[in-house]
């Protein structure tokens, strides 16, 4: 049972609560608005932001990644452990497109990535013969 409190004083309760959530809307209003300044001044300084997800499974032996590319494009990666392969596709206006695969067994050997490499986009074949020349 609760006691009962004199007229004036219920008013000042309902008073106080009223403040209270005044003041925690205030608070909320101000962390958005204080989030949506850092999320368009932050861009500015450190690049766009990278939003990617990855998942494996050691049952299945393979692995996949999506991440918002170029223009916020969504692409999904997809790795193959047995054929060591990746499969890459981009993804939007409800279809998946695939974009490029490719059999990766020798670039997992490279020790290191030679300029040249980086500019003329080696095929497989080209990359085997480097490693195995090694």
């Known amino acids: 049972m609760r006691p009962c409190l004199p007229a004036h ?20 209003l101000t962390f958005d608005i204080a989030l949506r300044v850092i ?9 766009p932001r990278a939003d990617a997800q990855a998942a494996a499974s050691p049952v299945e032996k393979v692995a996949l990644a999506t991440i918002q590319g170029p223009a916020n494009q969504p ?3 997809l790795y193959d452990v047995d054929s060591q392969r990746l499969a ?7 279809c998946i497109e695939l974009r490029g695969v490719r059999q990766v067994t020798y670039d997992l050997k490279l ?15 080209q990359v085997k013969d480097i490693v195995e020349k090694k």
């Open 88 to 94: 890459a596709y981009q993804t939007g206006n409800g």
């Open 75 to 77: 692409w999904v990666y």
């Open 39 to 47: 999320d368009r001044v932050l861009p500015t300084f450190l690049g």
């Open 9 to 28: 004083d219920r008013k000042k309760g309902s008073v106080m609560l009223k403040r209270r959530f005044l003041t925690l809307l205030a608070c909320l």
């Open 111 to 125: 020790v290191e990535l030679l300029g040249n490499l980086c500019s003329s986009h080696p095929t497989v074949k």
